[in-house]
């Protein structure tokens, strides 16, 4: 069964087609790549996959139940967990505490539990501290654990990122752009943290613009142009594909922007 | 934007198991304030008593505000219900104080329950007029409302704190109420603080969008953080109305939004001390300049647009900043 199923979706805003009865599905295991030129509608599908807003036409089916319409929040409880095109941390957290937060969705307890700290609240507490130490260690920025985000470089911002959703034991991990400002030695870094996370299991789709990345490490690809799927297949497929070719000559970047 | 791994920050983190020292002068000082308390005359007793109320008001409005990251600018409605609520019940219907203060926490936490439904869905400067409205109803009616409230007149009579036979008769014996009860609203706040739920509203207040991409529900986190300020709101009210056996309108109107604020931002706000150290020192200020006679306002201004100027992040910021912080 697919991971996720897009059916026919399409996202009008006003008289612009931002999505066009796009259709693709991914399967379970895999790394999913959407690429396309700038506007082509990539980040629009994301927001639509994950309830940031519901399809004009349409519908998303993940792991078997339809999710379209539902809020963020619910789709995130799921476990389709996603991070931003622009990085969303939480400044005035450590970098610890923002991989715990990332934990939300995998623990349990509210206000009364925060006041009285019954054993098993502490035993999550200290469950939590100890996972998060290791994800740290995994994306390696365990020496910047108590280092408020904001003062991490932009590189490490990004993968803090990555940690965080991580915490959240995602199903599937849509990733929009991971590699945006990144190095050549950061993106490598993020290629690695990024198969081994698909190795763990999780399934993954991603946006990016780094083509060396997306043909190195994504298993299928979809390419979006002027809000229309005008491609899918392999590397390989994708690399040769005349229509490809065609929207990326004629678009605003070249082939390894 | 690009930096290379190996640059270096400045670090925040410090020696693991060094002694916290933040926490020693704050406890140190805050034993010197309420020593000072008990050892002086009846009015230090007053000043002392009123910053330790609007330490546990500003307490939860931090909450709000600087924890979870939103603004109120009408938690004095709250602090209002309290405190006549508690005026009423015991001295119209005879509740104990103790048993009244906890009544009108709950009649408060039902109101915020209501009112920050609809309310908390506006952002911004929206939510802030909101609140804001929802004070100058709260006075309007404390006012208008005469049956109940006396208007301008005000509500006297109001016992001392107590529960069962014992009564805080003396204003040191109240203080010292007071004071439990802060100490005991702060804690509540830390141990809030450092916990899934106060995460997620510190997740809040730094990302919306991300927290509800990890499965946080934000519009519920924000509601159910706005009620926790209206309880410590409430519960300041009512403390007040004990403290000072009277109220009137003016005592929770605009103004107490201003001094809050100052508190809060003097302080440090989003930290646990900041509330605290905001309520004392903008209580003591005016009374420690009372020898500027005239300039008395203008020296109290002064030393405000410093701090706020020179530790934006109020002076718990600028004491992390001093001193080294123990790691948790
Ligand atoms: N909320 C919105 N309201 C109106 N128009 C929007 C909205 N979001 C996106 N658009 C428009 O839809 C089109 C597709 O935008 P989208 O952000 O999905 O592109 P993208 O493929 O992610 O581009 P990029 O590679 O630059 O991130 C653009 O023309 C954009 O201006
Ligand atoms: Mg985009």
Not at chain 1, 20 to 35: L, N, Y
Not at chain 1, 93 to 120: C, D, I, K, Q, W
Request: net charge neutral; glycine share 12%; with cysteine.
């Amino acid at each position: 069964m697919a991971m996720l199923a897009i059916q026919g979706i399409t996202k009008r805003f006003g008289g612009l087609v931002a999505n066009d009865d796009v259709t693709f599905q991914v399967e379970k295991g895999e790394i999913f790549a959407v690429i396309g030129p700038n506007g082509a509608g990539k980040t629009t599908l994301f927001n639509m996959i994950a309830g940031t807003f519901p399809p004009s036409e349409g519908k998303v089916m993940f792991d078997g139940a339809a999710i379209s319409g539902r809020p963020v929040a619910q789709i995130a409880q799921a476990g389709l967990v996603r991070t931003y095109q622009l990085v969303q941390l939480f400044k005035a957290l450590t970098v610890a505490e923002n991989v715990m937060v990332g934990f939300h969705r995998v623990t349990t307890g509210g206000v009364f539990s925060a006041l009285l700290r019954p054993p098993a609240m502490r035993r999550q507490e200290r469950e939590i501290a100890a996972k998060t130490a290791e994800i740290l260690d995994f994306v390696g920025l365990s020496h910047r654990a108590n280092v408020t985000a904001d003062l991490l470089p932009y590189g490490e911002q990004r993968l803090l990122e990555v940690a965080r959703a991580l915490a959240a034991s995602p199903k599937l991990l849509l990733l929009d752009e991971p590699a945006a400002g990144l190095n050549t030695e950061e993106t490598a870094e993020l290629a690695r943290v990024v198969r081994k996370v698909n190795e763990n299991g999780v399934t993954i789709m991603l946006i990016e613009h780094d083509m060396g990345l997306v043909m190195q490490i994504a298993h299928r690809i979809a390419v979006l142009d002027y809000g229309r799927k005008i491609a899918e297949g392999t590397p390989d497929e994708i690399r040769v594909h005349p229509d490809v070719i065609a929207a990326y000559l004629g678009g605003t970047e070249g082939y390894d922007d | 934007m690009r930096s290379s791994r190996t640059m270096t920050l400045p670090v925040t983190t410090s020696t693991s198991g060094g002694l916290p020292w933040r926490h020693i002068l704050l406890a140190a000082l805050g034993v010197l304030v309420v020593a000072f308390a008990f050892s002086a005359n009846g009015y230090v007793v007053t000043v002392i008593g009123f910053a330790a109320i609007y330490a546990l008001f500003c307490t939860g409005l931090n909450f709000f505000m600087g924890f979870t990251g939103q603004a109120s600018f009408g938690q004095n409605a709250f602090a209002a219900l309290g405190g006549y609520g508690s005026a009423i019940l015991t001295a119209d219907y005879g509740f104990e104080p103790a048993i009244a203060l906890i009544l009108t926490m709950a009649f408060s936490g039902v109101v915020a329950l209501v009112v920050g439904y609809p309310t908390l869905r506006l952002r911004g400067h929206y939510l802030a007029m909101a609140t804001f409205a929802l004070g100058l109803i709260t006075y309007e009616i404390s006012i208008n409302w005469t049956d109940v409230t006396q208007g301008y007149m005000g509500y006297s009579g109001i016992p001392p704190l107590g529960i069962g036979p014992y009564y805080a008769d003396t204003p040191k014996q109240q203080l010292a109420v007071i004071l439990i009860l802060l100490a005991l609203g702060v804690l509540a706040a830390a141990a809030l603080k450092n916990s899934r739920f106060g995460r997620a509203c510190r997740a809040i207040a730094g990302s919306e969008l991300a927290a509800g991409a990890l499965g946080i529900p934000v519009a519920r986190y924000k509601l159910v953080s706005f009620v926790i300020a209206a309880l410590y709101a409430s519960a300041a009210g009512s403390l007040f109305a004990h403290f000072v056996g009277f109220i009137s309108p003016e005592v929770f109107g605009t103004a107490m939004v201003v001094q809050s604020f100052t508190m809060l931002y003097l302080g440090g706000i989003g930290t646990i001390a900041g509330p605290l150290i905001g309520a004392v020192v903008v209580s003591l200020l005016p009374e420690l300049m009372r020898g500027l006679k005239d300039y008395q306002t203008i020296g109290y201004l002064v030393i405000l647009l410093g701090i706020l100027i020179y530790a934006p992040k109020g002076v718990a910021g600028l004491l992390d900043r001093l001193l080294p912080k123990r790691e948790g």
